[in-house]
């Protein structure tokens, strides 16, 4: 495993508890809402991605419309994770090498996503 892959694991396991402070009720209030008054792009994932665990998918839309191909890259990533760890692959890396490719529709989905929290007010 090299030395790449090993931080791209402690990262993950940073972000899995602080996503499991979220699922126990755990409240994170946004600084730039509080600051600016402006919803930021993030503005809404926690509650996202709470609905999408409660299979409550328009809600889940509604909240931020990034929370489900959030969801989705994030069990993609811990799944290749578990991958890398029993085969001592490198998998995760190479799938993230080429996801960066998409940079480009990234950017795009994050600006309608810093509108749409805006106009819904969240």
Not at 58 to 76: A, K
Not at 100 to 119: C, E
């Amino acid at each position: 495993m090299t030395k790449e892959n090993k931080r791209l694991i402690i990262f993950f396991l940073l972000l899995s508890i602080f996503l499991l402070l979220i699922l126990f009720g755990f409240k994170f209030s946004c600084p730039i809402k509080k600051i600016f008054h402006i919803s930021c792009p993030g503005c809404g994932l926690t509650r996202s991605i709470t609905s999408l665990l409660h299979l409550n998918i328009l809600d889940s839309l509604y909240n931020n419309i990034l929370g489900i191909p959030l969801f989705l890259f994030l069990i993609t990533c811990y799944v290749l994770i578990g991958i890398d760890i029993i085969k001592k692959r490198n998998f995760l890396t190479s799938f993230l090498n080429k996801f960066t490719k998409y940079y480009f529709i990234i950017i795009i989905l994050v600006i309608i996503t810093f509108i749409l929290n805006n106009i819904h007010n969240i």
